[in-house]
């Protein structure tokens, strides 16, 4: 997919407001990251993209790919609570990356897997024995969302109670950490000590209970298949 494409006519991108910043010619794995950290962890303001959070290596990256890709540079702030602020002060990179979220599902898989990194990186935790992976999402709407792309990537989610999408299964981290991954220097840590352990059935794993219970009746230790609750 071309920048160009997601450039809107009369959107504020000749704008007096508007300094005009590097455009590259297509949108790159690079580009779709720093989108999902933006995504996950920042906000829109005015004329403005501002970046939060208290990991050091996340606002670097997120520098250097905006200033490679855009010639854009970051204003950094810490506020009263000590998090790292990294603003990003151009209404035409604004409008550029509200108008990506608009083309997130025709992306090709490749630039989603890059997406959801940056998402992950943002918003995502994997437990220290990596036996669960959670994304915290508070609005509907960017739920159905991500549940779309994480399904476009192979990874098939479900509903909990929360603000969490979780995954829990071991089919789902294998691929989760397979195709995305994490660029967070502690999450890559856990994610690497999981994916060198050998792989061992999980708790969430689909049992076919025929053939469970056929296994119980030949060994006369439960009841014929028939008689299982329905």
């Excluded at 159905?144 to 109670?161: E, M, S």
Aim: with cysteine; proline share 3%; charged share 25%.
């Amino acid at each position: 997919i071309s920048c160009e494409s997601c450039v809107v006519k009369n959107s504020g991108w000749s704008s007096s407001i508007s300094k005009p910043i590097k455009l590259p010619k297509l949108i790159d794995e690079d580009i779709m990251y720093a989108h999902g950290l933006i995504w996950s962890d920042g906000s829109y303001q005015r004329n403005s993209i501002i970046f939060s959070g208290d990991n050091k290596a996340l606002h670097n990256k997120l520098k250097s790919i905006i200033l490679d890709k855009f010639n854009v540079k970051a204003a950094d702030h810490t506020r009263k609570d000590t998090c790292q602020v990294t603003a990003f002060h151009s209404e035409s990179l604004k409008q550029l990356f509200k108008n990506i979220s608009t083309k997130l599902l025709e992306m090709p898989e490749n630039l989603l897997t890059a997406w959801l990194r940056g998402v992950c990186d943002g918003d995502g935790y994997i437990s220290e024995d990596a036996l669960k992976i959670c994304i915290g999402v508070t609005k509907k709407g960017n739920r159905k969302l991500l549940q779309k792309i994480l399904l476009r990537v192979g990874i098939p989610t479900v509903d909990h109670k929360g603000n969490n999408i979780e995954l829990t299964s071991q089919s789902q981290i294998r691929t989760f950490l397979d195709k995305v991954g994490f660029y967070h220097p502690e999450k890559a840590r856990r994610a690497k000590n999981y994916k060198e352990r050998p792989s061992e059935a999980s708790r969430l794993d689909i049992i076919p209970i025929g053939s469970l219970a056929n296994s119980l009746q030949r060994r006369d230790i439960g009841p014929s298949i028939h008689g299982w609750a329905k």
